[in-house]
């Protein structure tokens, strides 16, 4: 596992303003938006493209074009959901599948409610969507159901780490192709399982429920 923290001005200013817990759902969900396509456009660097001809107005030139089979985007609801348009809006080819995982609030185990993706991800590149890499829990479970699929090449897109949920991703997927984009790995995690100083709990802040 490899982890890339994307280290640019926008993407600390964006994530400053989520961070601050003054600023509102809607405000939240439009920042949140922002920040994922740059995250999204440090994920991509290494998208499968393809040679293809084409015309211009002016002559017959080569080209580059996403290539098949299509990527797949897995965001891990609820709050991966507020992740999906920035991702997909980069990857338009992209074909969508859906994770449902809670983390027990005792346990901080992750459990599985709801999953929608193909059966066979042979050959597939999957990015999969979570803003918080907390304890890690949810997102190795994750990113093993993907790989048992036949997955070769995933990425996690996440906006936010704790360094104890990237060491447990570090030992539980050591030698598998997975990738970790991040604007931040933060400080430490708390008794409660909450990233410090981090953002809160990302669910409720975009959505504005318990
Ligand atoms: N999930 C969140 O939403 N926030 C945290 O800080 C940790 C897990």
Redesign the pocket.
Known sequence: MRIHVVDHPLVAHKLTTLRDQRTDSPTFRRLADELVTLLAYEATRDVRTEQVDIDTPVSRTTGVKLSYPRPLVVPILR?GLGMLDGMVRLLPTAEVGFLGMVRNEETLQPATYATRMPDDLSGRQVYVLD??L?TGGTLVAAIQELIKRGADDVTAVVLLAAPEGVEIMERELAGTPVTVVTASVDERLNEH???VP?L????DRMYGVA
């Open positions: 709050a803003p918080m907390a399982g909450y990233i981090g809160g709990d990302a669910g």
